[in-house]
């Protein structure tokens, strides 16, 4: 089965360093909770929201061994009043796990965006 993952963050400016130290962040987190390997990885979709440019967060799975893994990034829908600074990824994984087992992580400023699941947060 292939089943995604969802996780989402913020980050504090818009520079590489922030950017990439915030998606290794979500990406080790996301992977944690699930108790996934990058084996299991099929592909992953990254996506910032307009005020985040300076690099593209796939940068940081490529440093972490994702080297197989087909990776894209895109920019977010530009919504007015839409969460600013906003880094989103979709995992999709190849998981033995009921779609109803799977943790999606939310992580720093982007917990407000799905309040009913950070409980799961592990």
Request: hydrophobic share 50%; no cysteine; net charge positive.
């Given at each position: 089965m292939t089943r995604g993952v969802r996780g989402a963050t913020?980050?504090?400016?818009?520079?590489?360093?922030a950017i990439l130290q915030a998606t290794e962040e979500l990406l080790t987190a996301m992977?944690?909770?699930n108790d996934l390997d990058e084996e299991?990885?099929?592909s992953a979709f990254f996506t910032v929201t307009q005020d985040l440019n300076a690099e593209f967060p796939a940068l940081a799975a490529r440093r972490m061994g994702w080297d197989d893994v087909?990776?894209?990034c895109g920019h977010e829908m530009n919504k007015p009043g839409a969460l600013p600074m906003c880094l989103r990824i979709l995992i999709h994984v190849n998981t033995e796990q009921?779609?109803?087992?799977?943790?999606?992580v939310y992580l720093r400023?982007?917990?407000?965006?799905?309040?009913?699941?950070e409980s799961q947060i592990r």
């Open positions: 913020t980050v504090e400016v818009n520079s590489a360093e992977m944690k909770a299991s990885v099929a087909a990776l894209l009921a779609r109803s087992e799977i943790r999606h400023g982007a917990r407000v965006l799905r309040p009913d699941i």
